[in-house]
């Protein structure tokens, strides 16, 4: 899993990093949400850890900004002036999640396996709808076999009849 940091304060960046790198994730740091928007256009990341106030850009705009460009990205906002509004705003948005410092690396570990499961099975999802798709069927009915193949052949015929149809087989 590829994993942004953006936080303005250096020893929040080495922190993350190296507690995630530790847990086996690519971890790239930005000192800005400027840097990581312009990031976009090389790399993906699956998961962004990002201040709400930065210099610059604010952390609502870029999580804004970021999901409207990569709605795929998980994004985990962190501040260290948290409130309610400001975490149902967030989640609004399109927060994964709303982390108050001081951090704490336990809660920052669960967060981001969290964040792989979720995306684990999103991906199963995804496979297992391109799986079903090319499947021929009828309505809620799917089959692939000659047998079924002929059955749906004179439920289409028939379907447009007013009567009852009983099939046998």
Do not use: W
Request: hydrophobic share 45%; charged share 25%.
């Amino acid at each position: 899993m590829h994993i942004a940091v953006v936080d303005d304060e250096v020893i929040v960046q080495k922190r993350l990093q190296g507690a995630l790198e530790k847990d086996g994730y690519r971890v790239d740091t930005y000192a800005s949400g400027e840097g990581l928007l312009g990031a976009l256009a090389e790399t993906a990341y699956d998961l962004v850890f990002l201040d709400v106030i930065l210099p610059g850009m604010g952390g609502m705009e870029v999580l804004r900004q970021l999901k409207a460009r990569v709605p795929d990205t998980e994004v985990i906002l962190i501040t260290g002036q948290a409130s309610l509004d400001a975490a149902v705003a967030a989640i609004k948005d399109g927060a994964f999640h709303y982390l108050s410092k001081p951090l704490k690396l336990e809660e920052i570990r669960n967060l981001t396996h969290l964040v792989q499961d979720r995306k684990r099975l999103l991906e199963e999802n995804r496979q297992l709808k391109a799986r079903l798709e090319p499947l021929e069927g009828f309505g809620e009915m799917i089959g692939v076999s000659p047998k079924m193949q002929e059955v749906f052949t004179v439920i289409r015929k028939v379907a447009p009849l007013n009567c009852s149809v009983i099939i046998q087989g």
